[in-house]
Structures are given as structure tokens and as C-alpha cells.
């Protein structure tokens, strides 16, 4: 697998989650999806504010001692 790089665009991040460019819009104009900064006019995100984002949103199953 290759590394990714650091920032990534919103057609990245879409494709990662498994939601539409469109929802990740959405949930950017409503403040409730991954953080991000904008470079220009385009929104690029951190790889770890998307995992932070998923982790913070994680229910069900049972938690495994020592993960984050």
C-alpha cells in the first residue's frame, strides 16, 4: 500500500468514509464532519483529524485494552 501524504483533498477523504463529495460538503457547511483548513478555496484535511473523527464517533462492539 503507498503511503499517503499528510494532506488530502475532499475526493480523498469522501472515498475513505464511503460518503459522497456532496455529504462531506455538508457536513463541512454544518461544522459535524472531519476538521480541515483550507489551502486556497480547497478544503484539505489531516489523516489524523479523519481518524480522530471516526474514533470519536465509534459505538458498539467492546473496547480492546491499550487502543486509542
Known sequence: MAK???LATSEEVAAYLK???RTLDDWAYRGCGPEFSYAGQQRRYR???VEKYLA???RGG???AGAT
Open 4 to 6: 499517503r501524504q499528510p
Open 19 to 21: 460518503v459522497s463529495e
Open 47 to 49: 489523516w489524523e483529524n
Open 56 to 58: 470519536e464517533r465509534r
Open 62 to 64: 467492546r473496547a480492546v
